[in-house]
């Protein structure tokens, strides 16, 4: 196996990785804002709801971000596949986006770890 192609498999082993790991986030997201979802709905008289209703805003718009990054994750693949097989320059196609995906996927879990723990701690103050 060329140098190239190993490239192009650890990148689409790693695309994989990714994935998974969105998908499983997404699924999460969807079950906590069940959640928040019958708490609003038990709270809706009471008044100080604001602290739910940016709860289940930054999830909703982290449900949204996550559909961009696991579509561009794709797009991403599909472009890398596609260019290495028209001239070969997997490294330059690699490096121009691959790490920036890294990062935005490191800069997802981090703000989503953040979030998570509020709406963990405000649950336990709940119960």
Same mark, same amino acid.
């Given at each position: !196996? @060329?140098?190239?192609? #190993?490239?192009?498999?650890?990148?689409?082993?790693?695309?994989?990785?990714?994935?998974?790991?969105?998908?499983?986030?997404? +699924?999460?997201?969807?079950?906590?804002?069940?959640?928040?979802?019958?708490? &609003?709905?038990? *709270?809706?008289?009471? *008044?100080? +709801?604001?602290?739910?209703?940016? &709860? !289940?805003?930054? %999830? /909703?718009?982290?449900? @949204?971000?996550?559909?961009?990054?696991?579509?561009?994750?794709?797009?991403?693949? =599909? +472009? !890398?596949?596609?260019?290495?097989? &028209?001239?070969?320059?997997?490294?330059?196609?690699?490096?121009?986006?691959?790490?920036?995906? =890294?990062?935005?996927?490191?800069?997802?879990?981090?703000?989503?770890?953040?979030?998570?723990?509020? %709406?963990?701690?405000? /649950? #336990? =103050? /709940?119960?």
């Amino acid at each position: !196996m @060329t140098k190239a192609i #190993e490239k192009v498999a650890f990148i689409q082993f790693e695309h994989q990785l990714w994935l998974n790991e969105l998908q499983y986030y997404f +699924n999460e997201i969807i079950i906590i804002t069940k959640k928040l979802e019958g708490f &609003l709905e038990e *709270q809706h008289k009471q *008044q100080n +709801n604001s602290i739910l209703e940016e &709860l !289940m805003a930054n %999830f /909703m718009v982290h449900k @949204t971000d996550l559909k961009t990054l696991m579509s561009d994750i794709v797009e991403h693949e =599909r +472009n !890398m596949v596609r260019l290495a097989s &028209l001239n070969g320059s997997v490294d330059a196609i690699v490096n121009s986006t691959h790490d920036d995906k =890294r990062k935005a996927i490191d800069n997802f879990k981090a703000e989503y770890k953040g979030l998570k723990l509020t %709406f963990l701690e405000w /649950m #336990e =103050r /709940m119960v």
